[in-house]
């Protein structure tokens, strides 16, 4: 069963140990965070009352963290999930509830092209694909290619 909470502070060693899975950071492009800079990020977010965050529950346990914010004037959503809860429909149904929460539209979603699954994610829940965009990583590596999603 998936549920959503607010995020506590007993939830972030869980989120830490997520974001350093090397498969995960291949597949998002996302370089992983040194604990420092992981905790000075999630006062940052947790302070910002333009992001809304929650964590995602996985028949109680923490599988990960969902969330909203605005970049250049739009507000899109993403979302991160432990390898273990992967491939059970747990980000498909978190995402799904997010958005009875979460009302505003549009609302945009951006992923890299390299992670299909994630697409299929937004997808199921109504997103559909307007573009394609790349960026580079803060740690000046790779370029990301990614998908453009957009839910009315």
Same mark, same amino acid.
């Given at each position: 069963?998936?549920?959503?909470?607010?995020?506590?502070?007993?939830?972030?060693?869980?989120?830490?140990?997520?974001?350093?899975?090397? +498969?995960?950071?291949?597949?998002?492009?996302?370089?992983?965070?040194? /604990?420092?800079?992981?905790?000075?990020?999630?006062? /940052?977010?947790?302070?910002? *009352?333009?992001? !809304?965050?929650?964590?995602?529950?996985? *028949?109680?346990?923490?599988? #990960?963290?969902?969330?909203?914010?605005?970049?250049?004037?739009?507000?899109?959503?993403?979302?991160?999930?432990?390898?273990? !809860?992967?491939?059970?429909?747990?980000?498909?149904?978190?995402?799904? +509830? !997010?958005?009875?929460?979460?009302?505003?539209?549009?609302?945009? #979603?951006?992923?890299?092209? /390299?992670?299909?699954?994630?697409?299929?994610?937004?997808? /199921?829940? #109504? !997103?559909? $694909?307007?573009?394609?965009?790349?960026?580079?990583?803060?740690?000046?590596?790779?370029? $990301?290619?990614?998908? $453009?999603?957009?839910? *009315?």
């Amino acid at each position: 069963m998936v549920t959503l909470r607010a995020v506590t502070t007993d939830d972030l060693p869980f989120f830490f140990a997520y974001q350093l899975d090397e +498969q995960a950071v291949e597949m998002t492009g996302f370089p992983p965070r040194n /604990k420092d800079s992981f905790d000075a990020h999630w006062s /940052k977010i947790l302070a910002d *009352e333009n992001i !809304f965050i929650q964590t995602v529950l996985y *028949e109680g346990q923490v599988a #990960g963290s969902i969330l909203s914010f605005v970049i250049q004037g739009e507000r899109e959503v993403g979302y991160w999930l432990g390898r273990e !809860f992967w491939g059970k429909g747990i980000a498909s149904e978190a995402l799904k +509830q !997010f958005l009875f929460q979460v009302t505003q539209r549009p609302l945009f #979603g951006r992923v890299a092209q /390299k992670n299909p699954a994630s697409k299929r994610v937004l997808e /199921k829940c #109504g !997103f559909h $694909v307007i573009g394609e965009d790349k960026w580079t990583p803060p740690t000046g590596s790779e370029e $990301v290619l990614e998908f $453009v999603l957009r839910l *009315e």
